[in-house]
């Protein structure tokens, strides 16, 4: 009986948080263990097996996935075989690719732009330099880690928990730290 009312439970949840996504520019589909929250006016593309959530992992039962690609030219794209584990958010006001066969760890933080301008004068104002963000194939992302705008990760990246990642960098290395740097080559 109790395994009924979980099941019942994580329903209710998935359905209330697709109740509060109002992006209706979406492509593919995708399998929510965790709810998914789709907003924004871009588009948000999902390729085959893309899955959200992780049942035996932190913040399952009090967190959300979070999705808005924020403007109208703003692109989300999810490739083929990705699994992301809770907690997750990407917010893009230009494009932000995570290619195939990734893996993100719980709460991960994706973002192409600063969000708002970093001139005292302008602060109100957005960003006017959003820049592309792309996580190319194999790549393994751990707990707790933020990219940043302009960052593109060479194939098979491993990337530290805890790491805030600034910058890009080459295929088949490790890296790690705040800021991230290379820690040794795979």
Do not use: W
Not at 47 to 63: D, E, K, L, T
Not at 105 to 120: E, K, V
Not at 130 to 148: A, C, D
């Amino acid at each position: 009986m109790k395994i009924f009312f979980i099941k019942v439970y994580r329903s209710l949840r998935r359905f209330k948080y697709a109740f509060f996504s109002n992006n209706r520019n979406i492509e593919g589909s995708y399998k929510a263990h965790q709810p998914v929250v789709c907003n924004g006016l871009g588009k948000i593309s999902f390729g085959a097996n893309v899955n959200f959530g992780v049942i035996n992992s932190p913040f399952f039962y009090n967190s959300y996935s979070y999705i808005e690609a924020r403007n109208k030219d703003a692109i989300i794209s999810f490739g083929n075989n990705v699994n992301i584990n809770n907690s997750f958010s990407v917010i893009s006001e230009m494009r932000i690719t995570i290619c195939n066969d990734v893996l993100i760890g719980y709460n991960c933080q994706i973002a192409d732009s600063d969000f708002h301008d970093l001139r005292r004068d302008k602060r109100q104002q957005t960003d006017p330099s959003p820049k592309e963000v792309i996580i190319n194939n194999n790549v393994f992302i751990g707990n707790n880690v933020t990219i940043l705008k302009g960052v593109v990760l060479g194939e098979n990246v491993v990337v530290a928990s805890g790491s805030v990642v600034t910058k890009s960098f080459p295929e088949n290395v490790i890296i790690g730290g705040v800021p991230a740097k290379i820690l040794r080559e795979l």
